[in-house]
Nanobody, 129 residues
Framework: QVQLVESGGGLVQAGGSLRLSCAAS????????MGWFRQAPGKEREFVAAISRSDRSTSYADSVQGRFTISRDNAKNMVYLQMNSLQPEDTAVYSC??????????????????????WGQGTQVTVSS
């Protein structure tokens, strides 16, 4: 069982930055692929970013590529989402998720929300124009 708790959300002006954090419980954190997803009011949940066991394998949604960076610290059981050049369309509840890592699959496999086993409650990010 893995419990995930997000933090770092808030209100920021367009062009600003935020860093989201996700704290994971459990001793086997490094065996999970980690992802960030977001859901805006009235919209479906969408993939934002995913990271495999190490920072060398990551995947991003086209809409955030070049602006957002996902990273993890396996020693601290933490995953982060650095968000730069934020825009009003980035406003959403951001959730982190954990998926059992399957070595045969690339990190792109984890772009699909249904492949995740555990989810956090989410943290609100609001970007004002």
């Amino acid at each position: 069982q893995v419990q995930l708790v997000e933090s770092g959300g808030g209100l920021v002006q367009a062009g600003g930055s935020l860093r989201l954090s996700c704290a994971a419980s459990g001793r086997t954190f490094s065996s999970y692929a980690m992802g960030w997803f977001r859901q805006a009011p009235g919209k479906e949940r969408e993939f934002v970013a995913a990271i495999s066991r190490s920072d060398r394998s990551t995947s991003y949604a086209d809409s955030v590529q070049g602006r957002f960076t996902i990273s993890r610290d396996n020693a601290k059981n933490m995953v982060y989402l650095q968000m730069n050049s934020l825009q009003p369309e980035d406003t959403a509840v951001y959730s982190c998720a954990a998926a059992t890592l399957i070595p045969l699959y690339s990190v792109s496999f984890y772009r699909i929300g249904s492949r995740y086993d555990y989810w956090g409650q989410g943290t609100q990010v609001t970007v004002s124009s």
